[in-house]
């Protein structure tokens, strides 16, 4: 699968991933979109070369798995013949309604392009490891905030980015605030100190005085040190905006303890009380002059016979483009407000998640045994059933991983919850990795009626107003352990 010169050729694309499952691709469209009809055609590639199963990852990349040496080669001809260019090179991310979305503080997508090109002069991309990484947040309804970049840009005002390095808009290391007109310049430094550490290094490895030193030369760069509201602590710079996003939003119950999103009947949105809530991208969102419908994947797959069937009902009601979203979602974008709702129902009878507070959206599953050959559990198919009987204990505050094997594909960073398959059985991790050490093991049959025992202690024990990410931290390992254990 070397020596690919194709036109649009993308790096995944081009050298897939050898997976437990046979070989990946993942695929972003230059364009930020397809239309319908080549999203249809992009499946039925899938459905002939690969696993018949298209997924959207946490990042909002399309990927297609279950592929050979040379059902790859085809397909990626395939992708080639429906006019999609694909990204390549080191990603420069920006949100999936960049220049669209009249809430955002600045269209990102020129900065972007201007970074691409910039590392492409630079050939950074063949000194850069493959996991390095830019977003560009214009900010907005859907922004980039809980994405983790190696270098992010985030805008304050139109002509004004918040240089942050190693980390989502809450963790990153703020660095400092640059011009529009310095701020490519600004990331390119980054990204060169980087690469002279070498191919495996992060911004993470660089030292943080070393930072301010590299942006001397950048002659708009105000350090921290010269920003009004600075705290010496780690990524907690003030400035303009409050980008300190919340990663427990606050969500109200129902009289029968449900919880009640603000999200509910829009994508994303603040509280009442101020506070910035992650950005779901599912639901219905206007936008100036036309409605977005944003729709999750059950645990970022579904059947391409899916996906087509919701093609062909998405075309007929007007959409225009599909985009990828991060949280495994996607955009069906150009619709009226009046076809969403009739769109969105259909869109559920074909399996895709229409609700923001559907448990589905707060686990994250890789496909497992038998489909992953490395996988010790059925994780997918744990998954649905824990989203079913126990769903109600989970809400927007917590991540439930549930990985086939101490890999952890789907889910890379710590959980509050994470169920894991090994040679034991399954194993419950709380607040750390697929690769933790479990507190307590089941086998791996019994897993999601040991999952009931975690998710009935946590419905009798939480108390009014707290999060699952509270109670869980309140009642700690060995108890959680317990339920785990007692089923
Ligand atoms: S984490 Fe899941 S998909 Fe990844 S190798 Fe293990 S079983 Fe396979």
Redesign the pocket.
Known sequence: MTGFSRRGACPALSAPMQ???GLLVRLNPVAGGVSPKALIGLCESALRHGNGVVEVTARGSLQIRGLTAESATLLAAEVDALGIAVRTGVPVETGPLAGLDPEEISDPSSLAARIREAIGAANLGARLGPKVSVVVDGGGRLNMSTVQADVRMTALAPDQWLLAVAGDARTATHVGVVAEADSCDAALAILNAVAERGREARARDLPSDGLMELLQRVSSFAPPSVLPDISPTRGEIGCHHDLRQSSTPQYERDENGRLISPLVGEMSGRTEGGNVERPSPVGILQLRDASVLGLGLPFGHIQAERMIALCREAEAAGAAEIRFAQQRAILLLGLSQSACPELQGKAASLGFVIDPLDPRRMIAA????PA?????IA?RDVAEQIARESGAALDPSVTLHI????????HPARSALTLV?DEKGAGLVVDGT?KGLPAAYTPGYELARSFGGVAALLTKERRPGETTAECIARLGESRLAKAFQQG
């Open positions: 997976t437990g499952d890789c496909p497992g045994a992953c050959a490395s996988g010790r994780a990985s086939g094997c101490a890999k952890g594909c789907a398959g697929a």
